[in-house]
């Protein structure tokens, strides 16, 4: 379990620097005019909240892994955060 959660650590780690350029780069395009969305992710893609920049989800899916890491082995709790992970990483390589 360690190592599974060492990697999903250095996952959001890549995520959370990407995540910063990303949000760099919508807070531009909204001083443009453009960006006028609700949020990043509909609600049935597991966030229970809607933003719309990147680092709240970054931190969601950092406290997902931090309960996975203190709470004990949760499988249904880890298919939810890799799936959060995985969403987060499809979304931010748009903005390359």
């Known amino acids: 379990m360690d190592s599974i959660i060492e990697q999903l650590n250095a996952n959001l780690k890549v995520v959370y620097r990407q995540s910063l350029d990303a949000d760099k ?23 229970g909240f809607e933003a719309k920049r990147f680092k709240p989800y970054v ?13 004990g082995f949760n499988e249904e709790k880890l298919k939810t955060t890799v799936l959060k992970l995985q969403q987060l990483l499809q979304l931010l390589a748009t903005f390359k």
């Open 25 to 47: 780069k919508l807070d531009e395009l909204q001083q443009q005019g453009h960006g006028k969305f609700k949020s990043l992710f509909p609600a049935e893609a597991g966030f």
């Open 59 to 71: 931190l969601d899916v950092a406290a997902d892994v931090e309960s996975l890491s203190s709470d």
